[in-house]
């Protein structure tokens, strides 16, 4: 029989933090994801690293938060972010007074800002309306969800702990009102399995409700539906928001060769309720243009939506996703319901994540009569490679890919330099938006420097191939016949993943039909449609 002490349900970066965590003070656990890493709601944000300004109006403690946890993942997590920078700007016809509050609220919480003059944003930010009155920088910075998430679970897995993707939690088994281990079932191959544990966490996002719901236990979470958009370029400099009370489309976050604009809220019934809705996007490009004038001529490569865990303490669950607190909270079902060794780590938000794993954490070690404290603020998740290991690698690729491919996989760099070196063929850029090469992919597929991964869409989340501005047009195939080629895949069996993957591609593309996007779309169903379906 299988046993660990510690199951933890959910695969975002909260569950991912909480299991590395875990493993460092020495606890057994094990993860499981219905999914992949990274596929709900941490795969499904703008992956703006807040500096906590945004909350500095309204929740000072919230911003604290926010902008201590700022400078942790910079320390920690420095080869999944790019710390480009933002700026609030305070355009005419807004609400001075809350520029007062503001300044006042970012000094209070310790967050360091600098005004800046109409000039010196346009400078910065040619792409900002010029009706500007004052503007104000921020430590705002862009963040990897799907480097931070796997580099979490890999780190776990180097510890010790173990993580079951894929796989679904179907009954937490209680006795005598204390958990004794939970039910699971591949979702892939349908086998089922048990392991016993002293403790379950609950950090399955927008789905908790549903967990909780498995043992009778009523949990108020409010899902919260935002939209966000895709461009085909970086329109902006650093992160740039309006500087007024948060609203819908009201900040742009460049990363790697995009940038996404966010984001709507709109509460929905049930956490896969995922559906834009008809003229939402031109909603949100009317929004923005306020703030970027020229957005409506730029190119969407797609849309997609996320939803929110908010947990509200009201029983009436009749608010607006905008009035609801984004802090988070940690129950204790022993005390909250009389169930012992079952905990849920509800609402939150993703520049937190690290503290929100810490509290929980600590809260098992409790339980479990550990007393070993935290050190994830302090060990980094994956050391940068130095800039000197480049010189090596300019003898076999271009000085972008090798600086791409030096941050993504930070000390793991010298096994894909050493494949290079060995087999030149295995230089080839496979994905040439993200510059991931053919030894990258295959270290991935062979799971020698990630988790392991069992779809194509899974290969995108660990290299980001097919998620640049092609969006897997010509590295989808590519990889998919690496896959066959080592054998990870047979002939029919990799063609079906090709057409998953293809789906999920062209559902984001197909949400907005304009312009050169909608002939790329076109171009993707001539490529792909006639191959996919046996037709000529």
């Given at each position: ?409 930070g000390s793991d760099f010298p096994l894909m330099l050493n494949r290079i070196k060995s087999d030149p ?112």
């Open positions: 029989m299988e046993r660990t002490q510690v199951v933890v349900i959910g695969g975002g970066c909260t569950g991912t933090g909480i299991l590395r965590d875990l493993s460092l003070r020495g606890i057994p656990a094990v993860l499981f994801e219905k999914e992949d890493l990274a596929y709900g709601t941490t795969g499904r944000c703008h992956g703006l690293l807040h500096s906590g300004a945004r909350y500095a109006v309204k929740d000072i403690e919230a911003a604290k938060e926010c902008i201590g946890e700022n400078a942790v993942l910079k320390k920690i997590a420095a080869n999944c972010i790019e710390d480009n920078g933002g700026m609030f700007v305070y355009l005419q016809g807004d609400d001075a007074e809350y520029v007062k509050k503001f300044v006042s609220g970012c000094r209070q919480a310790g967050i360091a800002t600098e005004e800046l003059s109409p000039r010196e944003v346009l400078e910065r930010e040619p792409n900002v309306t010029h009706k500007i009155l004052r503007a104000y920088t921020v430590p705002d910075a862009y963040i990897d969800v799907f480097q931070l998430t796997a580099a979490n679970a890999q780190d776990a897995v180097r510890l010790g702990a173990v993580v079951k993707t894929y796989t679904q939690v179907t009954q937490v088994e209680i006795k005598n009102r204390k958990v004794t281990g939970v039910h699971y079932v591949d979702m892939l191959t349908g086998e089922n399995g048990y392991i016993t544990c002293d403790v379950v966490v609950n950090a399955a996002g927008p789905w908790a409700a549903i967990v909780a719901a498995q043992l009778g236990i009523g949990v108020n979470l409010i899902c919260n539906r935002g939209s966000l958009v895709i461009f085909n370029q970086r329109l902006t400099r650093g992160v740039v928001s309006r500087l007024k009370v948060p609203g819908d489309c009201d900040l742009i976050v460049p990363g790697g060769p995009v940038s996404i604009l966010g984001t709507t809220s709109i509460n929905v019934a049930h956490p896969e309720i995922l559906d834009i809705s008809p003229g939402e996007i031109d909603y949100m490009l009317g929004l923005a243009a306020i703030t970027f004038p020229g957005v409506s001529q730029a190119r969407i490569i797609r849309a997609f939506s996320g939803v929110r865990p908010l947990y509200s303490a009201k029983t009436t669950g009749t608010e607006g996703g905008r009035e609801i607190s984004r802090n988070y909270v940690l129950l204790d079902h022993r005390l909250e319901d009389g169930i012992d060794g079952f905990v849920s780590i509800l609402g939150g938000k993703l520049s937190i994540y690290r503290l929100m794993a810490e509290v929980t954490t600590d809260l098992i070690c409790r339980k479990l009569s550990v007393n070993k404290e935290c050190t994830t603020d302090k060990l980094p998740l994956k050391p940068i490679m130095a800039v000197c290991s480049l010189i090596e690698g300019q003898n076999f690729l271009p000085l972008p890919a090798l600086e791409k491919a030096r941050h993504r996989l063929l295995q230089a080839e850029i496979i994905c040439e938006c993200e510059f991931v090469t053919r030894a990258e992919l295959e270290l991935v597929l062979e799971g020698v420097i990630t988790i392991p991964v069992r779809t194509i869409s899974d290969l995108a989340r660990r290299t980001r191939m097919g998620l640049g501005t092609c969006q897997g047009n010509f590295c989808g195939y590519k990889a998919m016949i690496t896959a066959y080629e080592k054998g990870f895949w047979q002939g029919e069996q990799a063609k079906a993943e090709l057409e998953k993957f293809l789906k999920v591609r062209w559902k984001g593309q197909e949400k907005v039909p304009y312009g050169k996007q909608n002939q790329q779309l076109a171009l993707s169903h001539h490529l792909y449609d006639a191959a996919l379906n046996g037709t000529r």
